[in-house]
């Protein structure tokens, strides 16, 4: 029987490859860093399969991968996909949902902390040598606790950041979402409330939408003005989602109190931008998913959606806009 032929390209964990291995032959990038375009397109030129994150998935590449049945993504997010060339060139688009669920609430948890008290940003007053030069008050945070939490985008992380809102830190939470989840209200205790009400009567606003047209630029100027001036905002979605422009004026403006963020409309940041300089902004490398066992998971998933689909077999995690 023929095997099908796939590329990865990205370095994943050994037992993943071997899977892979059992039933494709396969092909796999092996440096530090990116792979270049110049590389991939050469790769992919006769496989039937490709493993990958954060590839952008146009009709350019579908042009140089006559063969590709399947891309398979390591993540949940699949704003690469460019779904309306995928669905033309009946290529299936997969995700990995669910397995990064707890890990991703965690880090948001963090980025809410890190911000609220100020750690990033008196560990690194610590470690300068600055303890004795500050007034007290400057040490002086914000309570997570009993506070409100908006949440824009109630899907399943946004309602497993809730759920540990609201059962850990007795707080409130709102949330806004195209659709209502009723499921969640009666569950979790949630409250569903319109937009402009979530920004503006929330101490902490979490973004967990995914990026797609509706959602490009979500927040932004008007939206940043509606928020509390004590207001934390966290973006922990696509970078996109929000105009970065706009926080960063609202958080040298003083109209918010800080931002964390783990995401960013150019990935990695610029050196040059405005936010490094800002000691009311915490910000991490787009990790929200990145522990070990995490990791691990979703790439056996992502090797198990591709091997599936090259096998005759329907793959448990097609996006839902490819899907028949
Ligand atoms: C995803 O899987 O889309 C997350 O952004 C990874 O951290």
Known sequence: MNRPKVYIAKKIPSFVEEYIGKHCDYEMYDN???????????????????LQSGIAIDQKLLDRAPKLKVVSNVSVGYNN???????????????????LNDTVADLIFALMLSCARKVSYLDRCV????????????FFGKDVH??????????????????????????????????????????????????????????????????????YHLIDEPQFRLMKSDAIFINASRGATVNEKALIK??????????????????????ENPLLKLDNAVLLPHIGSATEKTRND????AAENMVK?????????IVPELRK
């Open 250 to 271: 609202a958080l040298q403006e003083g109209w918010i109190l800080g931002a964390g963020l783990d995401v960013y409309e150019q990935e990695p940041v610029d050196r």
């Open 81 to 99: 996909f460019d779904t309306d060339a995928m669905k033309q060139r009946n290529v299936i688009g997969t995700n990995t949902p669910e397995v």
């Open 298 to 301: 979703m790439a056996m998933l």
């Open 146 to 215: 009993h506070a409100t939490l908006g949440i824009v985008g109630m899907g399943r992380i946004g309602q497993d950041v809730a759920r540990r809102a609201i059962c850990g830190f007795d707080m409130n939470v709102l949330y806004f979402n195209r659709t209502r989840k009723t499921e969640a209200e009666e569950k979790l205790g949630v409250r569903y409330a319109d937009m402009e009400t979530v920004l503006s009567s929330s101490d902490f606003v979490l973004v967990m939408t995914p990026l797609s047209s509706d959602t």
């Open 309 to 317: 689909a090259l096998t005759g077999q329907v793959p448990p995690n």
């Open 127 to 138: 470690k300068e040598g600055r303890w004795n030069m500050m007034d007290d008050k400057s």
């Open 32 to 50: 530090e860093g990116r792979i270049s375009e110049e590389t991939l397109y050469e790769k992919i030129k006769d496989t039937e399969g490709l």
